[in-house]
């Protein structure tokens, strides 16, 4: 299920075998949320070619709703996505955007951002809902703490944090029990313990004991230090089994993905190119690093020197008649100019955040596509 | 620079000569409004192969600025597109968006819609700036008035309107006494005079005197009914020269345009199909209709029998799993569903709108290639 197929320093070339085929790794999956790459179509997706990408449970379960995606045919056919699909369990987003949570042993109640009803997650809810879904790499449900938060709570919540993985891992295997290995979707656990390493090489043992198919690294980024970031997945990815992926949530900036890759981790999800691409910020490689050849792995702890940002909004790109992105494989960023990029934005035209979306995953994907050869061309 | 094909009925299958092409008629025009036809690529818009787009003075003149759009390199670099280009002259918008409008026989004074800022446009600026854009098809200024209006106040208005048509041609001549007959852009005159019959043939009659390169009919669908506007259509088509286009400028839908065609229009532009697109309208072919290989211009006065429309937010397409569009060229439209583009436009996503006006604008183009064809078969 997961082949090392490199290593550089602590970095891995890997591979993840899923039953919708292989992920290679380290890989980075374009986010959709509703069931879509926003802005995008599914066969431009398939243009910047990512191996995996990965969606919210939370908001299917709100909208279509879990009992209409089983009835639409799983997610795979409604956003027409034949390649692997990773769902997250949901918490995340019960913990950040529902309404009046309540917290048992037995789940989280709360209450939809959208219409307010009350819904009921449970562990076995979730794994339930991804089944229904349809996906190919599952989280279990965790408590998400907002930091700073006292080291006792913290402690408790790794509890239940593992606690709960435990309840998904069975219901897990009740549900995959008669599937062939090659039909069954794989189940991750997530690492917790915010900025306490005592807690989180505790929550990674207890994980370990259960036993998973992949080890996320969950509760980073969320506003601590680059510094503290790079430390928690220094000592965790010594701890994490070397057989396993290990897949960083929410995880981040280029520089940050480098630094993590590094230290050891094979996966990435965040919304910074989408999101950003839909406010006008544009990613774009340094022509310097790329002409030099240089090896991205060997760059300085931290260093931006390989990729600048672009806001189009200023003023002084209101008359730059050059391509958005004279180097990227779709037409359209060849063809227009910046100033109509920003043309665009100042007219609000959706085609603004289509073509800056494009242009912001393609160079996340190029990045990974780097890292990838990197890791083996100094082997 | 027009040449008739054939006629049916007063029906004609003719071609405007441009200096960027032939234009095939009877002809509907995407609307660029801002710079682009909203929510997709010139890419698009050329599968959609409509032989001209048409823009917006007013919008342009405001943003990215007259000035700005010269040194932008014109509208055709701007947008990547390099078939004809038809702008209006910016007083329909002046006259319906702008504010604090003072008419003056020097031109009209106003304030954008957006920052307030103080415009004057004349005649002579309104063919000035239709030039720095690059328009291959210019409108004169006119007054727009609005309906109803006493009818003392039509026939001065209609006396300005001759005024400034006289105006903008004398411009225009003066402008292009250098330019060869291949690259002059062409002028149109625009007939008003609300649904007074004397006010529209003397508005006609004067126009035709001062000589345009095509006549447009301004000021209609506008609130009048649509026997009101087929009976306009039908004294006006008769007074207006038999070799020069005759525009009907904002109309309308479907149905409207095959009568328009049918009373002797040839040339059309409407938001209709990309507004409501936007807002989750669909326009089809009425497959029926289609089997029958039925003659368009045969249908009853005004039959809405060959197209059908779909409100995609209604519940029933919540599991319907059919296609978009099963007929469509965009693979996009034929792959997703509609319980797909429904969630879509629940969830807000972009996206949504682009499939539809990618639908709804290859319908229209449909629809005005079978009238060109149903115009010529049964000659």
Redesign the interface.
Known sequence: MFKIIANKVKARRAEIVTRKGKVQTPCFMPIAT???V??????EVRQLAPDMILSNTYHLML??GQE?ME???GLHA???WDKPILTDSGGFQVFSLAKKRKITPEGVEFNSHIEKNKYFLSPEDSIKIQMNIGSDIMMVLDECVKLPAEKKYLEKSIKLTTFWAKRCKDYFDKVCVDKQEAERPLLFGIVQGGLEKDLRLESAVSLKQIGFDGYAIGGLAVGETEQEMCSVLKYLCSELPEDKSRYLMGVGYPHQIVEAVKAGVDMFDCVIPTREARHGRLYFWNSEFIEKQRNILELDFLSKEFYTTLNIHNEEN??D?SPINSESKF??LR???R??LR??F??E???A??LSTLNNLEFYLGLMGKIRLDICSSM
């Open positions: 509703k069931a879509a926003k802005t995008i179509t599914s066969d909208r279509p209409e009835r639409l045919g409604f956003m027409d209101k008359f008649l037409p359209e063809r227009y100019s100033a109509y043309h665009l100042v007219s035209d959706p085609l955040q289509r």
